[in-house]
């Protein structure tokens, strides 16, 4: 049944309109992520924007729903498996074990400890994980990524979606406020361009983030704050595996009468196909730059269904603690990463 209504889904005029209005949504935040300034917030989370604000005309996004609920669900796969390509193997192991260590380190410590202070302030589990899995591993794409691995039941998805659109506002927010942070530290922490391109790529939320501050210390920083970066970003497919067995246990420790099966994320098998096909498969840049591009695209039109489909009141309205939380966990996590980065590299 579920494959026909997805066949159903393709054929009708009301999905195309949905394809169009969330490319035209991901196209205008592409071409505003170049933009100075608007590049430290990111494609991703400006599509999400733009879907957010074609709520203004209620009567037409009502009218798309189901055909924006499936774009936010499947596109969100095949744009998190393209994403792979963007992930280059051979470069993470020529920077040595230092920096994938510090990653495995900065992505358990921070999901756990952002978790734990979420729960502390009384924030819903699901939205807590979320928010966690943004600060810790990268952003957007993080939150989206992680977001299939918590079930929920039905009468909870709408909450569901509406965390998801938090998690991404409470990670662009604080990556965009300790990007200006590190920016204007940089003077003041002595370091020299390898040190701090340690500290943007290991500190930072989003990839864009990271580019932004790791630039100012030149093509040496830059290089560095995005191969640390991607080594975070590496940790996402376990971290989705962990993250989705843990969930799953303890909902069937709260409701002894939940079953499930082991939640395998497939579409993280693909993510890590992809990286190994665009490591050691010969292609060529531009058609790696052109797959990667496509990710985004694809994650672009998930996020701006998803902003389509939220009720954007009533996440302001929840998102005092989070932001709390996530900007404690943000302190601790720069404060580890100035401190390593001065002690190993």
């Given at each position: 049944m579920?494959?026909?209504?997805?066949?159903?889904?393709?054929?009708t005029?009301?999905?195309?309109l949905?394809?169009?209005?969330?490319?035209?949504?991901t196209m205008?935040g592409?071409?505003?992520?170049?933009?100075p300034?608007l590049?430290?917030?990111?494609?991703?989370v400006?599509?999400?924007i733009f879907?957010?604000?074609l709520?203004v005309?209620?009567k037409?996004t009502k009218?798309?729903?189901k055909e924006?609920?499936?774009?936010?669900?499947?596109?969100?796969?095949?744009?998190?498996?393209?994403?792979?390509?963007?992930?280059?193997l051979?470069?993470?192991?020529?920077?040595?074990i230092?920096?994938?260590?510090?990653?495995?380190?900065?992505v358990?410590?921070?999901i756990?400890?952002t978790?734990?202070?979420?729960?502390?302030?009384?924030?819903?589990?699901?939205?807590a994980?979320?928010?966690?899995?943004?600060?810790?591993?990268?952003?957007?794409a993080?939150?989206?990524g992680?977001?299939?691995?918590i079930?929920?039941?039905?009468?909870k998805?709408?909450?569901?979606e509406?965390d998801?659109v938090?998690?991404?506002?409470?990670?662009a927010?604080?990556?965009?406020?300790f990007?200006?942070?590190?920016?204007?530290?940089?003077p003041?922490?002595h370091?020299?361009?390898?040190?701090?391109g340690?500290?943007?790529?290991?500190?930072?939320h989003?990839?864009?983030?990271?580019?932004?501050t790791?630039?100012?210390?030149?093509?040496i920083?830059?290089?560095?704050a995005?191969?640390?970066?991607?080594?975070r970003v590496?940790?996402?497919?376990?971290?989705?595996?962990?993250?989705g067995?843990w969930y799953?246990?303890?909902?069937?420790?709260n409701?002894?009468?939940?079953?499930?099966?082991l939640?395998?994320?497939?579409f993280?098998?693909?993510f890590i196909?992809?990286s190994i096909?665009?490591?050691?498969?010969p292609?060529?840049?531009?058609l790696?730059n052109?797959?990667?591009?496509a990710a985004y695209?694809f994650?672009?039109m998930?996020?701006?269904?998803?902003?389509?489909?939220?009720?954007?009141?009533?996440?302001?309205?929840r998102?005092?603690?989070?932001?709390l939380?996530a900007f404690?966990s943000s302190?601790?996590?720069?404060?580890?990463?100035i401190?390593?980065s001065k002690?190993?590299?």
């Amino acid at each position: 049944m579920k494959g026909c209504f997805n066949l159903k889904i393709l054929s009708t005029s009301k999905f195309w309109l949905a394809i169009i209005i969330t490319l035209i949504c991901t196209m205008i935040g592409t071409y505003l992520a170049n933009l100075p300034y608007l590049n430290i917030i990111g494609s991703l989370v400006l599509s999400l924007i733009f879907g957010m604000l074609l709520q203004v005309q209620p009567k037409m996004t009502k009218s798309i729903k189901k055909e924006v609920g499936f774009i936010s669900n499947k596109f969100l796969r095949l744009g998190i498996i393209l994403l792979g390509f963007k992930l280059n193997l051979n470069a993470l192991m020529s920077s040595g074990i230092k920096t994938i260590l510090l990653a495995i380190v900065v992505v358990t410590g921070t999901i756990t400890g952002t978790y734990l202070l979420n729960r502390k302030f009384g924030v819903d589990k699901e939205l807590a994980i979320l928010t966690a899995s943004g600060t810790g591993i990268c952003g957007a794409a993080a939150v989206m990524g992680i977001s299939p691995q918590i079930k929920v039941s039905p009468e909870k998805q709408a909450q569901k979606e509406e965390d998801q659109v938090l998690a991404v506002a409470i990670v662009a927010i604080m990556g965009t406020i300790f990007t200006l942070i590190e920016i204007m530290l940089k003077p003041l922490l002595h370091m020299d361009a390898t040190q701090f391109g340690v500290v943007a790529g290991g500190s930072l939320h989003e990839i864009a983030h990271a580019v932004a501050t790791g630039s100012t210390a030149g093509a040496i920083g830059l290089n560095i704050a995005i191969i640390t970066k991607l080594s975070r970003v590496l940790m996402l497919a376990p971290a989705a595996l962990i993250i989705g067995i843990w969930y799953q246990k303890s909902s069937q420790t709260n409701n002894s009468n939940t079953r499930g099966k082991l939640p395998i994320p497939w579409f993280m098998g693909g993510f890590i196909l992809a990286s190994i096909i665009g490591s050691f498969v010969p292609m060529s840049a531009s058609l790696l730059n052109l797959l990667v591009k496509a990710a985004y695209i694809f994650l672009g039109m998930a996020m701006a269904a998803l902003g389509i489909s939220v009720n954007f009141r009533v996440i302001l309205n929840r998102g005092k603690k989070p932001i709390l939380a996530a900007f404690i966990s943000s302190i601790i996590l720069l404060t580890f990463v100035i401190i390593v980065s001065k002690l190993f590299f």
